[in-house]
């Protein structure tokens, strides 16, 4: 029997390279997390249900890689705490906005 997933990841990067996604999944195998990033073109994604998702070393690990160019987002929805931290790549910066999942859709638009 499985368990329903505590955290599930979305995440987008534009433009990015194959540089970045080996960075991303050097961290993802070290927590033992498989398949979640994938590089379609210059678009990376990533998309992860399940226990744990290791957020902050994700976005880290992308932030060298960030340009004036990029775009792009990293929502990690945690069910149990009932809660959306929504990391925005914009600007070869990174922002972080919280928000409960009652919240979320106010709380966590890009202004």
Partial sequence: MSRAPLIKVYASLYPADTAALDAVNAV?????VE???EL????LRISHE???FPAEDVVNVLTPFLRQESRG?????DLEAWTLRRWFFDYGRV???KASLDQALES????
């Fill in 40 to 43: 379609a073109g210059d678009l």
């Fill in 95 to 97: 922002m972080l906005r």
């Fill in 50 to 52: 399940g226990e744990y």
């Fill in 108 to 111: 966590c638009a890009h202004r």
């Fill in 35 to 37: 398949g979640a990033a």
């Fill in 73 to 77: 987002r990293l929502d990690e929805i």
């Fill in 28 to 32: 993802l195998d070290s927590w033992y």
